[in-house]
């Protein structure tokens, strides 16, 4: 592979790489949009998910709006960019399905990053824990519904059943038989 001395400014990193999928080390052209991230997932076939927050202005209010956008990365192995890393992204053509931007320089790292995961996930857990005692909550006013209807239900049934004893029917018949 040819070896590129910069891409954008940027001038190539110390590693080689034999990536044909690189912009520094192979063919790849590097176009359109650049973003400032930070890698949140990293997985084997090269790919990195990176997260980064754009203002959007929202005319109504007057005001602007942080919105949130995860893009898939291509990373190669000269970058080789791991979690919480702040990375440089550029816009390339379609790698793949949904890799449409390769990582271009490391930036340093996300001190707050592995804090930020683990309030995230003990935030996601207390919610799960809210969700099920409220479920419980209304699975057992149902059921005492339920059973205050039906213990209602029961004595209405066994008055009738008492009205209907065929003992006392024909004890009474007999009864007014013998009187008349």
């Known amino acids: 592979m040819t070896k590129k001395k910069t891409t954008l ?22 176009r359109g949009r650049v973003f ?3 890698v949140t997932s990293k997985d084997t076939h090269r790919t990195a998910t990176v997260v980064f927050e754009r203002k959007v202005y929202v005319p109504k209010y007057e005001r602007y709006l942080k919105k949130r956008s995860k893009i898939h990365v291509h990373n190669p192995s000269c970058i080789d960019a791991k979690p919480g890393d702040f990375v440089k992204i550029v816009e390339c053509r379609p790698l793949s399905k949904t890799k449409k931007f390769v990582a271009i320089e490391m930036l340093g790292k996300d001190i707050l990053f592995k804090q930020k ?4 996930e003990s935030a ?12 419980e909550k209304e699975t057992e006013s149902k059921e005492g519904k339920k059973l205050s209807n039906e ?9 009738t059943f008492q009205k209907e004893k065929p003992e ?6 007999t009864q007014k038989e013998n009187k008349e």
């Not at 190539?12 to 520094?24: G, L, Q, R, T, Y």
């Not at 996601?124 to 479920?135: A, F, G, R």
């Not at 006392?168 to 018949?173: G, L, R, S, T």
Request: include cysteine.
């Open 168 to 173: 006392e029917k024909k004890e009474q018949e």
């Open 124 to 135: 996601k857990i207390k919610e799960k824990k809210e969700e099920d005692t409220q479920k």
């Open 9 to 30: 400014k940027i001038k190539a990193p110390d590693k080689d790489c034999k990536d044909s999928k690189c912009p520094f080390h192979g063919s790849l052209k590097t």
């Open 151 to 159: 213990g209602e239900k029961g004595l209405e049934k066994a008055k």
């Open 117 to 120: 995961e683990e309030a995230l």
């Open 36 to 38: 400032v991230g930070v």
